[in-house]
């Protein structure tokens, strides 16, 4: 699906912004991270990166064109898609959009002058800005900078979290970091207090009283006592090559290789475009000569013995994590899930005697792999199909019957659970399904799979059976209308014709939205899934 990209808000201060360079035309392969173009706004020129992946489809602002915040900037989507909805929804909202920029110029034209007329001249008040166009608050992912600190413009103040990535924050003023309003990670909105800059000695409590009262009433940290200067030491980085034309390096990385000094020119980019980004220069290796005189100090540090910490046996302790934004998203989620849907729950225990014969026949052949998840994919896309009841989504008024069935697969990444999302899979086969889910679960924990590919799903699978759990319920992914808790395959005594005999078997529960599913619609869909199960052979039809 067609996703539509603003002109973002990259200072606290911006209110339009120019396209300085496109570095994607329309037309071409647009991945997550590339850089899109590079933005001018009221203080500096910046890369401005790519949240989605696809093919760029329209261009809204041309090269060396203005725009406010929030217009049309770009439109990512599939190849051929139709836009033309998207791009006559967007002319009509620009009168709109427009009236309501004058508004608020004029509303902040007054209330800078109210503002601003108590606060000392070269003082700065940093807010938290607008990193993506759907941001609402971000996370101080790391303070790169201290207080007391000098500062210079360009440098880089911060990394912050966004909804979307972790993106660093260039200060557009120079002199000393005097104030840090969101500490390291925590959150705050977007335009919240999240720095000060001035000169130094300034008092930070009447810059604060003098704001609007946003400003964070956090006490000020004190500045560290100053430090030799370490610049001395470092080597000069040069950031233009010895050819003179220019080196694409991220703000961290160029940090980063004046920290250690690195020369830039001598560093491999494996960015976008060559680009030198962070891990280049954490991965780079200047010399053998300089790698030995290295290990040879680290083999002395390490010789140096240590004192053991001695912990008493029943010592009370605790150490408090910051909630990352994709645990809040999946706590804000799943709450709201399950207590506003009334789940009810139905379980099932399935032979799977044939489904293992079958697996195994299949994967004899030449370059070809299907797994037990693949096959219950396959079996609840087609039982779908016979009971569309199941394939639906509760909207208050209506209950909306999805016409396309889009299976959605868990997986578990480091920081919680995606679902990635396989579209039409009623249409895919057993060895399609498969290659997918590798790919998109790749992708997952990876960190690159593309939020339209985690979107518009109508039914979800989660598969546990992997860990050796033998059945568990799971909380429905709305709006689904269900979702189906796959156990592990057991061998254990089952009677058959009369006999006990060793048999496979496996738990599936179908936890329901009984808003929209009642018990005997899960009971009967639950009968058709285990039909296909026990048969595979009637999934290859």
């Known amino acids: 699906m067609a996703v539509i990209v603003n002109m973002p808000r990259l200072s606290d201060t911006m209110e339009e912004g120019t396209v300085a360079a496109w570095l994607k035309n329309v037309g071409d392969k647009v991945e997550e991270g590339d850089i899109l173009a590079e933005i001018e706004t009221d203080k500096a020129t910046m890369e401005f990166e790519s949240f989605n992946e696809g093919v760029l489809l329209h261009i809204g602002i041309q090269e060396g064109d203005t725009a406010p915040v929030d217009s049309l900037l770009a439109i990512i989507g599939e190849e051929g898609e139709d836009i033309s909805g998207l791009l006559s929804g967007d002319a009509s909202a620009n009168t709109a959009t427009e009236q309501k920029q004058e508004e608020t110029k004029e509303t902040a034209a007054t209330t800078t002058e109210s503002s601003t007329a108590v606060i000392p001249e070269g003082v700065e008040v940093v807010k938290m800005p607008r990193l993506s166009d759907t941001m609402e608050e971000g996370t101080v992912a790391a303070w790169l900078k201290q207080v007391g600190d000098k500062v210079e413009e360009g440098d880089i103040l911060a990394e912050i979290e966004t909804d979307k990535a972790t993106m660093e924050f260039e200060s557009f ?6 104030y840090v309003g969101i500490k390291e990670g925590e959150s705050s909105p977007v335009d919240e207090v999240l720095a000060i800059i001035g000169p130094e000695g300034t008092d930070v409590d009447a810059v604060l009283n003098a704001g609007s009262g946003s400003a964070s009433s956090s006490t000020p940290t004190e500045a560290p006592k100053k430090e030799t200067k370490k610049e001395e030491k470092s080597a000069p980085v040069e950031n233009v090559a010895t050819d003179g034309k ?40 200047p010399s053998a000569a300089a790698s030995s005189t ?4 680290s083999s002395v540090a390490s010789a140096t013995p240590q004192p053991a910490v001695y912990t008493p046996a029943g010592e009370e302790g605790f150490e408090d ?50 797994s037990f998840n693949d096959m219950v994919l396959k079996a609840c896309a087609m039982a779908l199909r016979k009971h569309p009841q199941v394939n639906t989504t509760w909207k208050d008024d209506v209950t909306r019957y999805n016409k396309h069935i889009h299976m959605g697969v868990a997986v578990a990444v480091d920081e919680g659970l995606v679902v990635p999302v396989l579209k039409f899979a009623d249409q895919m086969s057993l060895t399609t399904i498969g290659a997918s889910v590798k790919d998109l679960a790749g992708k997952a924990r990876s960190k690159k799979i593309a939020p339209s590919e985690m979107e518009g799903s109508t ?25 189906l808790s796959v156990g592990a395959i057991v061998e254990k005594p089952v009677v058959k014709n009369g006999e006990i005999v060793v048999g496979n078997t496996m738990k599936l529960t179908l936890a329901c939205d009984h808003r929209t599913v009642d018990g005997a619609v899960g009971a009967q ?17």
């Not at 494996?270 to 280049?280: A, F």
């Not at 645990?327 to 489904?355: C, W």
């Not at 869909?525 to 039809?541: C, D, G, H, K, W």
């Open 459 to 483: 039914f979800t699978v989660s598969n546990l059976g992997m860990f050796g759990i033998q059945e568990f319920t799971s909380i429905i992914n709305q709006p689904n209308s269900a979702i």
């Open 525 to 541: 869909f639950l009968q058709t899934l285990r039909s296909y199960i026990e048969n595979p052979v009637t999934m290859l039809a």
């Open 294 to 297: 290295t290990a040879s100090s």
């Open 246 to 285: 220019r080196i694409f390096a991220s703000p961290l990385a160029k940090k980063i290789a004046a920290d250690k000094g690195i020369n830039l020119s001598d560093v491999t980019g494996s960015g976008d475009n060559g680009r030198i980004i962070k891990k280049d220069v954490e991965n780079y290796k």
């Open 321 to 370: 994590v910051k909630n990352s934004s994709m645990r809040k998203v999946i706590a804000k989620v799943l709450g709201q899930s399950k207590f506003t849907a009334p789940h009810f729950y139905l379980t099932i225990e399935v032979d799977m005697d044939n489904a293992k014969a079958s697996r195994a026949q299949i994967n004899s052949l030449p370059d070809t792999k299907v």
């Open 173 to 178: 003023y120079s002199g000393t970091l005097l």
